[in-house]
């Protein structure tokens, strides 16, 4: 059974750096096909994709257009993990940050607990 | 963008009723539909994908159905553990996936 495993901080200030970790387990993050993305929920609920890295013999990276210029998806294939950065953070991007795998027909099949980011100072 | 917008955005059933969940896309999206399970403090869970096909392990009180921009969710026999908030996600824009806004089914 694939599982994903986040962690962070929970509160970053504003103008800071929002980084977050995604452990997995089950599967590998360099299995060819495989995808991760970063999707977050607002406080109001909407959830919004952020970013996907994709594996097909090489690695493929996609941002959303609101966080391309402040975001970044990187891999560690020897750690098995992803990581979200996200810079120049401010109070909007305070939300549930959940890290999920892409799955058949496009779909999300597992997904992290989730984090809760709040950016306060 | 592809805007999906579920139908109703709040529902109140009682346990055995048979409830049914709308989702519609701003443009076709057919099979690319999936829709999800949300509990409070808990992970989204897949509940069916490709519009109609349920996602292993889930209880065959799920079904999915529609084509082209309308798709729905149908609970047969509504037990108490399905209350919870019920989206869905377009991925034929893919990697630009978009969700609904969410249905929260209630106890009545």
């Known amino acids: 059974q694939v599982q994903l495993q986040q962690s962070g901080p929970g509160l970053v200030r504003p103008s800071q750096t929002l980084s977050l970790t995604c452990a997995i387990f089950?599967?590998?993050?360099?299995?060819?096909?495989?995808?991760w993305n970063w999707i977050r929920q607002s406080p109001s609920g909407g959830l919004e994709w952020l970013a996907r890295?994709?594996?097909?013999?090489?690695?493929?990276?996609d941002y959303a257009v609101s966080v391309q210029s402040r975001m970044t998806i990187n891999t560690d294939t020897r750690r098995n993990q992803f990581t979200l950065q996200l810079n120049s953070v401010t109070p909007e991007d305070t939300a549930v940050y959940y890290c999920?795998?892409?799955?058949?027909?496009?779909?999300?099949?597992?997904w992290g607990q989730g984090t809760l980011v709040t950016v306060s100072s | 963008d592809i805007q999906m917008t579920q139908s109703p955005s709040s529902l109140s059933a009682s346990v055995g009723d048979r409830v049914t969940i709308t989702c519609r896309a701003s443009q076709t999206i057919s099979p690319y539909l999936s829709w999800y399970q949300h509990k409070p403090g808990k992970a989204p869970k897949l509940l069916i994908y490709g519009a109609s096909t349920l996602q292993s392990g889930v209880p065959s009180r799920f079904s999915g159905s529609g084509s082209g921009t309308e798709f729905t969710l149908t609970i047969s026999s509504l037990q108490p553990e399905d209350f919870a908030t019920y989206f869905c996600q377009q991925s034929i824009d893919s990697p630009r996936i978009t969700f609904g806004q969410g249905t929260r089914l209630e106890i009545k």
């Open positions: 890295a994709n594996y097909r013999s090489k690695w493929y990276y």
């Open positions: 089950g599967d590998r993050v360099s299995r060819d096909s495989a995808a």
């Open positions: 999920v795998r892409g799955g058949v027909s496009g779909s999300s099949d597992v």
